[in-house]
């Protein structure tokens, strides 16, 4: 017998069973689509504890550049926030030799508490400072730290103090007597300079050198031409020093050689071989401000470089 279309109609309880695995499908696909953001919390508890537990790590294994005794809290403060030890607000800048310095002058220049132990317990092994470079070796030493207490290192013997004394046989005293108004830089000796708070052997020396092969200070800004000066270091003796242009030794422009301009800090070589080609063109420099027909000369290297020349 063929069939009827009703044979081929759903009852009303099959449709009932397929709307509700319609729904368990959609439901489904809903949870798989939802299911990492449900993860998430998990994820951030995971986390937290991480932190926590490296937190830890660090109060047990790291952080031990703080005491266990309270006045290291009382002399340095504590970081609410974190727990860590900070340094002095005001610090104590004095010459110190490395050799001897105590922990108390140590930590007054601004070492942290951790790093002047570490110079100590150096010491107390044999370890000896011959130069202020040699400060570099410890480990705890951050650079801005070593940058700044550098100019006040003083080792009495040392090599560098060694290598100033037999360039400048003159110089006796290991204290200079500090001068009483303002230092004229193209005057001072090794000594007066030395007794300037932050200037020690080596930059006695740099700044002396510098000079004579500049021919003498214009300003005391130059200063901070000097290799490795801090700025630091400038800004707290700049209103102490003095400079007298006059006493700057010129350069005849005339009559010098190329090498003996290329000598000069502020000409050099190739300069100075442009200066000697213009001035035999032109025969001779009637007055310095022909040099800035001077190819290599713009007007910043003419004022820098024309104090220190002469056409006579």
Do not use: C
């Not at 005057?187 to 930059?203: H, S, V």
């Amino acid at each position: 017998m063929a069939p009827t279309t009703d044979d081929f109609r759903f009852s009303r309880r099959s449709r009932m069973g397929a709307l509700v695995l319609l729904g368990l499908l959609l439901a489904a696909l809903v949870i798989w689509r939802l299911l990492p953001a449900l993860q998430r919390p998990e994820e951030d508890t995971e986390e937290k504890a991480l932190q926590q537990a490296w937190t830890a790590f660090r109060k047990e294994h790291i952080a031990d550049d703080r005491p266990d005794d309270r006045s290291y809290t009382a002399d340095y403060g504590e970081d609410r926030a974190t727990g860590e030890g900070v340094r002095p607000v005001s610090l104590n800048l004095q010459p110190f030799d490395p050799n001897t310095a105590s922990e108390a002058v140590l930590t007054g220049l601004g070492l942290p508490l951790r790093t002047a132990r570490t110079l100590i317990k150096y010491r107390s092994k044999g370890g000896r400072f011959r130069k202020k470079e040699d400060l570099q070796k410890l480990y705890t030493l951050r650079r801005e730290d070593y940058e700044r207490i550098a100019p006040y290192v003083r080792i009495p013997g040392g090599e560098e103090q060694q290598a100033f004394r037999k360039e400048y046989p003159e110089w006796e005293k290991e204290t200079p007597a500090v001068p009483s108004g303002p230092l004229e830089l193209n005057t001072a000796d090794a000594g007066a300079l030395i007794a300037l708070r932050g200037i020690g052997p080596g930059y006695a020396r740099r700044i002396l050198s510098f000079r004579d092969a500049l021919g003498g200070f214009i300003r005391v800004e130059q200063l901070k031409e000097v290799y490795g000066f801090p700025d630091s270091t400038y800004q707290q003796l700049k209103d102490q020093l003095a400079v007298t242009a006059d006493l700057v030794k010129k350069i005849n422009v005339n009559l010098a050689t190329e090498e003996e301009l290329g000598h000069h800090p502020y000409i050099g070589r190739k300069l100075a071989a442009g200066i000697v080609k213009l001035r035999h063109d032109l025969g001779s420099f009637a007055e310095i401000e022909q040099l800035r027909q001077v190819p290599l000369i713009n007007e910043e290297k003419y004022r820098k470089i024309a104090p220190y020349l002469a056409t006579r």
